[in-house]
């Protein structure tokens, strides 16, 4: 783990410090190559609100649609929405990858760009997709471009560490806030913590 950020976290946060000691190191975010964003963003839609295993059951047949099992926005163009539904997407989630697929053909949207925008840029960008909204954005900055400092707010893996972590009752937006705005600019270290507490319950 980056040892900034442990230090940042000793100073600022002894309670999220300590939780650090109990759920191990963690292993750094490698940033994707420019190439696999649009791989990485079918798999972020495609793991909307579902488990990890039946997740990766559909992203293993979604890419075997494509050629060399390598997903393109120029195959995808070629498939319809009804062969996405016989993988086991959901129609809404069949329109949101077909659409991410059109406005990156129209060049409405570029990928390859990303890397070069602010965080509310990029979430700005990414959520002009249908069905892309904050979460989706959010995980795709921290996964695919590697940002440091993010953190979802509207992650229920997220609201339920804070809450075993700092003994919320009911999880207070307020109280989260002020705590998660003294852990920048590493709030994506604090995040996967908070996913290895829960993870380990």
Known sequence: MNTKAKRHFQKVDPVLFRAIERVGELEEIVPREPKDYFSSLCRDIISQQLAGAAANAILGRFHGLFPRKKPSVKHLSTLSTEELRAIGMSWAKA???????QKLESGELRLSHLQQLGDTEAIAELTKIKGVGQWTAEMFLMFSLGREDI???????????MQELYGMREFSQKKAEFIVARWSPYRTFASRILWKIKDAR
């Open 95 to 101: 329109r949101y990858i077909k659409d991410a697929g």
């Open 151 to 161: 953190f979802s707010f509207g992650d229920l893996g997220l609201r339920k560490g």
